[in-house]
């Protein structure tokens, strides 16, 4: 049989890690294949683009789904276990796992409302074509949802790393957005600080002519107004005039008004925004695809 699309591949996959051992991508790749009666040609058989194999690209996703819906969770890179709601779930014996039995759970909802475009309407993950809209607005709408999943994958990716391995992170993002001058330079600062809620130090410019202290939590709790309070003193104890306070999880409501309210600037940069910079920068990210749309060049056929 052909490779099935990635909904009808969530159920046989949670089957799979039903024994609640834990298992690696390639492992669940094999024990797919077989379960599902692949032939050779379907395991070789590949997306349009060539970069993956199509039962790559569709067990990824179907794990994607699976993970934002608390039914499996990642316990190392690219290795899966089953959560306790998973083995709930499969007790119910269920005729197939979907979008529809997923958005039963909040997780999931919080998920679907962050991968949708904010300025576009939703694009259905049922990837089922719009007879209303052109084939660009399409283009555009599935380009906007996957980057979403993304970053949301990301920021999922970033929380179980080390802390330090966090601060290196928050590092090269400055440099590559044109902060710190080189990366040598601006990891001679980082960690060094351990003063007063001050994770790190990077040049503003590539002259050093000013400096930006910084602060990164890797954190799953929100970031409340103390924490912005201690990170501000320590600013105020370095006669320093600028901070970047960056995070995995998200800031309180009472933490960004009181950024308002100081001499300092310091700026705030969250879980979600943290992983938009990443992929705008290619940290930690790399292209899978690139696809070019091209338009008539009118000025090519006007005859002389």
């Known amino acids: 049989m052909a490779v099935p699309d990635f909904q ?7 089957e799979m890690l ?27 058989e590949r997306i349009p683009s060539g970069v993956q194999t199509r039962l790559y690209n569709r067990v990824c996703w179907s794990t994607t789904h699976l993970k934002k819906a608390a039914i499996i969770h990642n316990t190392g890179r690219g290795r ?73 994958e990301v920021v999922d990716t970033v929380k179980s790393c080390s802390p330090s391995f966090f601060e ?15 990366l040598e330079d601006a990891g001679k600062a980082i960690g060094k600080s351990g003063d007063g809620g001050i994770d790190g130090i990077i040049k503003e410019d590539r002259l050093g002519l000013d400096v930006i202290y910084l ?8 970031v409340g107004r103390p924490e912005l309070q201690a990170f501000a003193g320590a600013l105020l104890g370095k006669q ?9 999880s998200n800031f309180s409501s009472g933490a960004k008004s009181y950024v308002d309210t100081i001499t300092s600037n310091i700026i705030l940069i969250d879980g979600e925004q943290m992983a938009e910079l990443m992929i705008d920068y290619n940290v930690g990210v790399s292209v899978a695809a690139t696809y070019e749309i091209k338009k008539i060049d009118s000025d090519y056929f006007i005859e002389e």
């Open 8 to 14: 009808t591949i969530m159920l046989p996959l949670l």
């Open 18 to 44: 039903g024994d609640g051992m834990e298992h690696s991508l390639s492992e669940m790749l094999a024990g797919l294949g077989a379960r599902l009666n692949l032939t050779e040609d379907d395991l070789t």
């Open 80 to 152: 899966f276990r089953i959560t306790p709601r998973g083995t709930e779930l499969l007790k119910k014996k269920p005729q197939k796992i979907d979008i529809s039995l997923l958005n039963t759970y909040r997780e999931y909802i919080e998920f679907r409302q962050l991968s949708r475009p904010k300025d576009v309407k939703a694009v259905e993950l049922s990837l089922q074509p719009d007879p209303t809209k052109t084939p660009d607005e399409l283009l555009y709408e599935s380009y906007e949802a996957i980057r979403k999943t993304l970053a949301s």
């Open 168 to 182: 290196r992170l928050v590092v090269e993002l400055l440099v590559k957005m044109g902060y710190g001058g080189t």
């Open 215 to 222: 602060q990164a939590k890797r954190w799953e709790a929100t």
């Open 240 to 248: 320093a005039r600028k901070g970047v306070f960056i995070t995995t």
